[in-house]
């Protein structure tokens, strides 16, 4: 079988060779890569989201945005931006880097606090999502793929620019949502700050009753503020200085989030603090860069209020990174780069630990001819938790005509989070079914390939296909085990099972991805953008052990955007189709179907350039999904409200 579908894809991509002709592709350089390139020069599949399309598409949150774009997976809990987990080629959860400005944001507790991003909307220009390992570039958890959130620096004109735009909400279920932000940006200075706030008493959620145990319906409430702000200054024509703050706080219920107990009652509450601050020369054939990042991150968690069960966590994760970036001639660049970072935490049932960790890398690009490019990068990491580790990446591209050939393999690496490590240990007389963390964990290794191609048959179509596979070893996952088969078992009810982070040998995932993307304007009344992307997945091991995360992909996704405008009024449609595995938790009677099915709809009216009123309507044909089992997803969501955008250049 598996032979066919790699006969079928190979065939897909050589398909477009007799389709060759001219064309300039005009592409931005992306900040992912340590040496600046095009997307067309980096040998990998990138999606770049600009401000424009966070302005168009209609979305809750930031997770809720990334996931309707071709090839990124969100498994959410609950809308708005309480929780989600992020995967993409079929990775868990941990194993997604999420950046800001580019610098890792990733929580050293658990992965499951990745997608809170302490960025509002406003103060974003753009978000690049790359597809497979990175991790010769930025290390550990680089494993499925790189979001990098870049915010918005200096201008390009002498003119001080002063922008204000924001948007307020109202809606069912007492929604009350805003995100405003005012920019001030030229050559030679910027300003931003940025302010996000979602509240909502939550759907209520009527419990299935089971024989002999009634369940209370609940609301899935949530509360949430980010604030953000950041400013940078010329201090000559070489050297700049910029920085950025920001602040997070969600308090929303927790339920099901991550057990399926009867007893689970749970509420959390989660803050952050990040700030960054970096120092940047630019010479005439080189550029040097030094960046510091402090995360400062508290979660407070209570199972259940019936009983004494509340768990408080504290986070500090401090990153120095220095890269030297060098073109050497018209052919080669190279970036070289140190990074020393220390991760801490204090834990009520974790305990109190904390790691170092340091790196050294290089990439090379080499452009032979003005159509190849070819990347070489390596890192070595040195990590208290997993000691040294090297990890090496090539990428190649071929531009011919209308179609860029792109090509990658590189090795990743992951080591395993506190809580995987030590989650409940200094819990006495655990109850069964709870997650036992592993102190002797390795680190995660794995190999990753894909072959892929760019068509570009005119200005308005782009059609994307890639050819992927991954094969790792000492995969981390949550497995059922009986006690008398765990160590560290002190704390444990005898004869009884618990779910215990073990190293899981030889996984395998293939897949392909598929996008079209277009942009067509007819008049100048007219105009029509969208996306259409299909992912396929298939993950096996060779011990074939049922875990808890690995396998929880989608087998098929499929997203679809669409923005159509005419005249003073703009109709935006997104949706998403996937298929995965069905799952039932009998202890509180709920099913993950195979089939979720998802479409949000935005209708918009603009009576003046710098206002516009929309309606939003999400999961319109108010779908009972869940991606998370228990953790019921709302049904459908009506809110309206303005959006405001004034200008202003002195």
Not at 6 to 27: A, E
Not at 307 to 334: C, D, G, K, M, Y
Request: with cysteine.
């Amino acid at each position: 079988m598996r032979l066919y579908i790699y006969t079928i894809l190979l065939s897909t991509f050589f398909l477009p060779c007799s389709l060759l002709s001219q064309l300039t592709i005009d592409t931005i350089e992306l900040n992912t890569t340590f040496i600046p390139l095009k997307a067309n020069e980096t040998g990998r599949n990138i999606t770049v989201i600009s401000s424009e399309n966070i302005t168009e598409t209609p979305f809750t949150s930031l997770d809720d945005l990334i996931q309707k774009f071709p090839g990124v997976e969100m498994q959410t809990r609950n809308r708005f931006g309480a929780q989600a987990d992020i995967t993409l080629r079929g990775s868990t959860f941990p194993q997604v880097l999420v950046l800001v400005d580019g610098m890792k944001l990733n929580d050293p507790l658990t992965g499951h606090f990745n997608s809170y991003i302490p960025v509002s909307p406003g103060e974003i220009e753009r978000i690049e999502i790359l597809r497979g390992a990175a991790s010769a570039l930025y290390g550990s958890e680089a494993v499925g793929g790189v979001i990098n959130i870049i915010t918005k620096k200096f201008g390009t004109t002498q003119a001080t620019v002063t922008n204000l735009n924001g948007e307020i909400d109202l809606g069912q279920y007492n929604l009350r949502s805003t995100n405003n932000n005012i920019s001030v940006q030229n050559k030679s200075y910027f300003f931003n700050a940025g302010i996000n706030y979602a509240e909502s008493d939550g759907q209520e959620i009527d419990s299935n009753r089971l024989e002999g145990v009634t369940l209370d319906s609940y609301s899935p409430f949530f509360d949430i503020l980010t604030l953000g702000a950041s400013g940078g200054v010329k201090l000559n024509d070489n050297f700049s200085l910029t920085g950025r703050t920001s602040y997070d706080n969600r308090d929303f219920s927790a339920r099901y989030f991550y057990t399926t107990s009867r007893f689970d009652k749970s509420v959390e509450n989660t803050t952050n603090l990040f700030n960054q601050l970096q120092l940047k020369h630019v010479g005439n054939t080189s550029s040097t860069q030094i960046n510091l990042a402090h995360r400062r991150g508290t979660d407070e968690f209570v199972f259940s209020p019936d009983f004494p069960s509340t768990n408080v966590h504290t986070t500090h994760f401090f990153n120095a990174q220095i890269h030297h970036l060098r073109s050497i001639n018209e052919t080669l660049s190279l970036n070289l780069g140190i990074q020393a970072d220390r991760r801490k935490i204090e834990s009520t049932d974790r305990g109190n630990h904390s790691d170092i960790h340091s790196a050294a890398f290089a990439m090379l690009n080499y452009t032979p001819q003005q159509n190849i490019s070819i990347n070489l990068s390596g890192r070595l990491d040195n990590d208290e938790n997993f000691g040294l580790a090297f990890t090496p990446q090539m990428n190649a591209s071929l531009r011919q005509g209308k179609i860029n050939y792109r090509a990658s393999v590189g090795k990743s690496i992951r080591g395993a989070d506190y809580t995987e490590r030590y989650v409940s240990f200094n819990l006495e007389n655990l109850t069964p079914g709870r997650s036992l963390g592993n102190p002797n964990l390795k680190a995660e290794e794995a190999w990753s390939e894909e072959i892929g191609f760019d068509f570009y048959p005119n200005k308005h179509w782009t059609f994307k296909s890639t050819l992927f596979a991954r094969q790792s070893s000492n995969l981390i996952d949550y497995v059922s085990t009986n006690e008398a088969d765990i160590e560290n078992n002190t704390n444990l009810q005898a004869g009884q099972d618990y779910f215990y982070a073990q190293n899981i040998t030889d996984v395998s995932t293939v897949g392909l991805e598929l996008e079209l993307w277009h942009s067509l304007i007819k008049s100048n009344t007219i105009s029509l953008d969208g996306s259409l992307g299909y992912t396929y997945l298939s993950t096996s091991n060779d011990q074939d052990i049922i875990s808890v995360y690995i396998s929880n992909h989608a087998n098929h996704l499929l997203s679809a955007n669409a923005v159509l405008g005419y005249g003073k009024f703009d109709l935006s449609i997104t949706s998403l189709w996937k298929d995965r595995s069905e799952l039932f938790a009998e202890s509180i009677n709920q099913t993950i179907k195979s089939n979720f099915n998802n479409w949000d709809i935005q209708l918009s009216y603009s009576p003046i350039d710098q206002a516009r009123f929309h309606l939003k309507i999400f999961n319109v044909f108010d779908q009972q999904n869940q991606d998370i089992l228990g953790a019921v997803l709302p049904g459908r969501w009506i809110s309206g409200g303005l959006r405001y955008n004034f200008t202003r250049a002195q």
